[in-house]
């Protein structure tokens, strides 16, 4: 069964046409690739729009590479995190047409052919140190075809830089709001804007920031309600649920 | 300056024919009602659509229904969590049209005539003791004219009650999905639908889940990507959340 | 030796005419009194300028009033914390002319002789429930004689509520910031003025704010440089601080 | 005493003939030898039925040589576990017939005179990272004569790579269910078959993983009861766990 | 389908006859009752042998009792743990003939015709104090249809109260062993002994016992290896964990 | 084999005129009475010098009563601490002659005709608040024979009430210290005698320090050497500590 | 707008000629500079009296001499912290001028035209360990005007090496106590003195002091009231509260 | 004043003959050695017994080497722990006579005329890994004139290995313990012996024993009443305590 074919089954799924018995059976079914090592779930492009994402720490860049090739097999494209740079060698002898971009960490290859995600996401970021975090949900988003505004350096120190950003923030649709130390940046934004605020905190800071405890407690409790937080230094997290959202509203 | 006043203002400055300075002076010259004890935001719903919501711990009754009172003096709506009985009661005697609901500790008014939001949010929770945090969920985004549909108890342990719903499921726009315990059903449900999964943890168990430390942990680390979380015990920061991400799809 | 003899003597002792050994063993032969289960510190008046306070948890209302009845034998003033109804009974039968606040849970008797304490502090507290922990702060401030401006309500989610009251703030020499949940207010503030900023946690808040831990190490994470920080709720300590920076103050 | 004596004293102790007064003596006059720097347990291979094994962490080459040289002194089987390259050369100097997996990081010397022990063991993991601690309890319980089914990367994310292979797992008499990040997986696993689980979280994770604790909270606050835990990343513990069910299993 | 008729199926399914298509078709569509607040799982019984048990807390009685009932409809055997006497009473008032043990706090149906589990559980207490954590786990355990030996006081503060009953205890084919404070006599005795042992850390303690936490550390930690561990007090996981051990024995 | 009989076996073992064999058959077969709920250890009084001392919390009236039954039979002191007065009511119905201290939560029968244990403690304690703990720690230290000399708040913060009985603490073998809060007595005096520290953190404070935490960690970091500590608010345990020290001391 | 327009605007503010609307709309719209990865805030010198300080970990070398640059510009001084040699050498070939200190770890360029900021900050620190983090507190206090005394390892191990420079350090109008293990000095210390005391946790220790945690804890709950905290090792946020008083004094 | 004088001084101190004015006006007068980066605390020896111990992290081996010279200037023994080679070699270049134990880190040189301290220490470790600790414990003490027996290798896990010994540990006066992973062996042997046990906990151990928080824990919990404990790895400063209860014996 093809991907033409599932997408089709899906659609009918989703007007009542097909029971769940049967759209369950079929994709039950569909193969995933045992390489011994990992089962890479090539229908997760059907579930949820884009294929498995490799999170690179702790396995081989061999490893990375072979589950890199089984994904991009059939054209998929291509999004592995937390990359360094023997891993994006191992990739390159494989897949020698893929991306490597060194701060966000992440090995891309971007499909030409998809079509790109309506809407507009806010990658805002609150110290330079922060950057790392906020280009690897900037770099993901782009690879889902997404489009991204940054906003590097506006913490709440100096009140005025964000402010005088805030307008510029609002065009989006979905903000990313990233913030290491105490973390406060995403309330702040979160009661000036209307938008859905997605909360990152960094592991920037030191002492009582203990790799980011402190920031990711000050999103939880953020008296602005409506933030959402996902774990420390998670740029890709937040760059999915992003993805997720815009997804949701482009289907209404 | 009345609400359509702002609202005329508000659309010209997303088309760019008002200055961002223009924007932010007229925002910030709006009133807001010092009680002494509190200083009442009456453009929030401008900024963000909704009025100030009142979370009464650790307020008295007397200052809730004072607060109750500035925020409906316009015929605004009204919620407030986190209500005692005596909080209803105070509350009451002021506004005699308020309505509780106790498994929720919600006390609200609707707005009659408010705009419902289009789209739906699905509340799942994995347990019935998680009842209490799912309603306060799906009262708040009913006071704010949000679609619900509720799915109780559909926990890991037995895997075929959620399998059984997830099409049901997947037929809202936005998931709120609440679990105390080792907190893994949002991680599963992610991996099976396509929509933006909010997890709320609670602070159902005893032992080592430290009061809810264990499911927020678990829904930070969530092996499927895109989870967003809040606070324990936080239905209605998931509510607001996928509130926001409503409003931002009917945006579009 | 009474108490202008002391002050006579320390002031030699700064003006480098008496030698260190014989002010510390003046010092040291101060008479304390012994009550059994307290010895009564009655010469931190001459340290420190302002006599012993009673912290009165974990003490019996008996205990509370005999110590009380101790540092007022020679009308000193009375300053006891976190004291409750029947403490203040006991010591009222003592001394029938303290009085009760019971907002702060503060016993007190002004000494009307005092030289006021030149300078004002600005107290100023994120929300409704942060209210006892800033009276604590602000009522043990004007029994020590100095000016207090109170701030109520203007935490980071109705942002403009802050920065309309930040020119009154910045009026204060000190300030104190009060907040609980994320405690992100004395980050942003600190930001605005110059003035130094004393932050105080409190424990308003649920889940993961841990009782206070997630303000507390917002605080001790502040971008905004030189915001310093005292325990959970502990508005007393914060107020002492102020007052001493006042004072350190005054001798110029 | 040989080893077929103390079997036999074990049997009719077992039967009652013998008293516990007479077990104990024996047992406590059993020769350990003492090596200075450790005392290596000769007759735990009787009381438990496998002889020490050695945990290489924390002990210098020469020493766990050195202690492997005294168990295999009359034939004995080996298992070293946590070794690294160094002390695989230091102990095959001493030892030539030893085997290292360097995956596993064990080394070992099966004693081929052994009775294998009855059933089998499904050694589970969540994902690809966990693969080393998987091997750990896979090649432990090799050693210790048990037959060992493997499946790895079959984590919840992609459910029906779980799903897929229950019926495989269920085969086996004892489950170990490896998983790092929310570490659910175990869990979900338990809800679906009546064997035992001995669930194991692995450090595999980042931020708010906290090195396997999110992991370990989430096994311990398992909604599907019976689920049993052991320290993180401790493959080798989950193996004798599952080991001694069973030879309990044997016994009957 | 009735039970017979699924207990056949299971049967062929474990023989190979049957393909885990069909059975995991049959399983999911079998009954599950929701009664609005839970969802009753009617087919526990069938995959694991014991239907679904009822964790009482943060259930009202009433919602207790109508699980109960629930669960009962068909003659089952029923467990409800954590039940305070409200709620013994309203299950009382649906089905009379429940019974309650108030120290382990459990109310129980026990299935007369059910097979007795072969075998034998010990269940071991360090302290007086974790009694109501031991009766939670014999009482489960007597419900299920296993044999139960206790023995309590035998903490390792006066090791020869442990040693005397050692060869008692080995006599059963699990162990479980229960302690509160620093937890040590799980380890001490599976040194001692080659069963399985799990271990229950209880909340028994103060200060830095931390409600349990300084006992769960010391298990998970133990240096005697095979010791798996359940969360904090958690008497009944333990149960349910021996019992599946014992099961998996019986079918071999 | 009556008490007189074993001192003598003791001291001939001590002298080696008879093996540990020979010691340890002849303790272990000593009796101990079998409560049911509890294994009073009677012979704990050979081994250690003193009686087995009830822990009263999680225990019932009754059971705490019968334990000190079985304890006293033969004329043997009793210690029972955190004893509320249910307790004392339930023992004195058993055993009238038994004296309660309500402040220190002691039950306890002094052994007239034991001989005094040479030497004295001082119990030194930083505040009036951590008053139980101290007289927890003196009366348990009277009951088991000791002299006691008591300095009841002598916290650093006014320096000169601790220097000024520093010559009088020094005049005893072994120093109690304790303290809530920061904790700090403990270490500055330890830096100012010679005798043997040990500090008891007690959970006297609020907010940060967390129930005691930061007054053990406190502790456990001395910068004076060679202080020791015990659990938080465990005055006995530090009483049981400084007469084994002094009883090691008379035996030289 | 240069400096001195904006320092005449700002006395015009605080005489109350000139609205706040007025001086908040001119801050607004100061220029800081957006470097891409930093926006350099260059009015902080007004809002707060110094320049923006760069903490230099988690930035490049270039990104640090990039931004001092920007604040180099027009003549301000600079600070940075945290600075490795090869930050240093980066910074040191765009600013040819700037001085290094390997003990503090500072970048800086002092202003040689600023006006000296009257008062004096005793810097006292309790070991040789904590030398580093006092000499950071130091140097920034130097580079921004201030006179400093330093007092190093005065910890209370040997009170009498503390009680004998207390009159000096008294002799200062601020002071900064930092110490690492148990932290116990600056609450001694602020007991014997009048003026502020700031309290600087360090991460010397090991073991129990988790990082700096024990001291944190220990100063946060210091029973001499009125100390304030910083986060564990932040000489530099120390020195900026102290340097914030100070100006604060010289107000008035 | 030399070590004589003072030593008579103190013993008329001790016997009433002198004042402790006079006493303490005595020793607040000693030079001590301010080496700028250092105040070597000269009359500790007088104060407790033996002079300054160097603890050598955090310092540079150029500090350790001058303070080091000035402890030995008088002929002073020398102890320096945590001591690396780097630091040896500094030491010994201007120290040639002192000794470096590589396991123990210690540095140290004997004052060959002391008198050898009465009594001998037990130094009892469960596990091979635990030797650098307990030798740190072990030449401390030896340096100190105290007689140590060392057991080595005597965990809980083959008790038998720790029975076999209690007799001869019982020789000694005082016992120091040491164990990490569960760090249950302390509690064991306190429950078999009459000496004063003091715990160390060691960092031995991975996962949840979280750097030796789990042996910490288990230890502060001993259910073996009169336990202390010093801070996690700390060798050194159970030598210390046990030296100190040797010379409290000694004095009587």
New interface residues.
């Given amino acids: 069964m093809d991907i033409n074919a599932l997408e089709n089954l899906l659609t009918r ?1 989703k007007e009542g046409e097909v029971s ?2 049967t ?3 079929a ?2 079914k ?1 193969p ?1 690739e045992d390489l ?4 890479v ?1 090539h ?2 492009a059907l ?3 884009f294929p ?2 490799i ?1 690179c ?3 081989t860049p061999l ?1 990375v590479a072979q ?1 890199a090739q089984s994904i991009c097999a059939d054209g998929a494209p291509l999004l592995a995190t937390r990359a360094d740079k023997s891993t994006f060698a191992a990739v390159c002898q494989m897949l020698p047409d893929v991306e490597y971009d060194k701060v966000a960490r992440i090995i891309s290859r971007v499909d030409e052919n998809a079509k790109p995600v ?2 507009e996401v806010a990658v805002v970021c ?4 922060d ?1 790392p975090v906020a280009e690897e949900a900037a770099v993901s988003l782009e690879v889902m075809g997404c489009n991204v505004s940054r906003f ?10 964000l ?2 950003v ?2 510029e923030i609002a ?1 989006a ?2 903000i990313i709001a990233i913030a290491g ?4 940046m995403p ?2 934004l ?9 909360a990152v ?1 960094t ?32 740029g ?3 760059a ?2 992003a ?3 815009l ?6």
């Fill in positions: 799924f769940h018995e759209i369950f059976e994709l039950r569909l995933f011994g090592f990992a089962r779930d229908h997760r579930r949820q729009g498995e994402v999170y720490e702790g396995k490893q589950i309506i809407g609150a110290g330079t140190s950057l590097v350096d506006v913490g709440v120190a100096g009140l005025q830089r402010l005088s805030v307008p065009k649709q979905v130390m105490e973390g406060a309330a702040v979160a009661g000036l804007v209307a938008q859905p605020v997605i905190p592991s920037v800071g030191y002492g009582a920031s203990f790799g980011g405890i402190a920031a990711l407690l000050g999103m939880l409790n953020s008296c602005s309600s409506g933030v959402t937080v996902v774990n420390i230094d998670n890709f997290g937040a999915m649920a993805w997720k959202i997804r949701a509203t482009n289907f209404n």
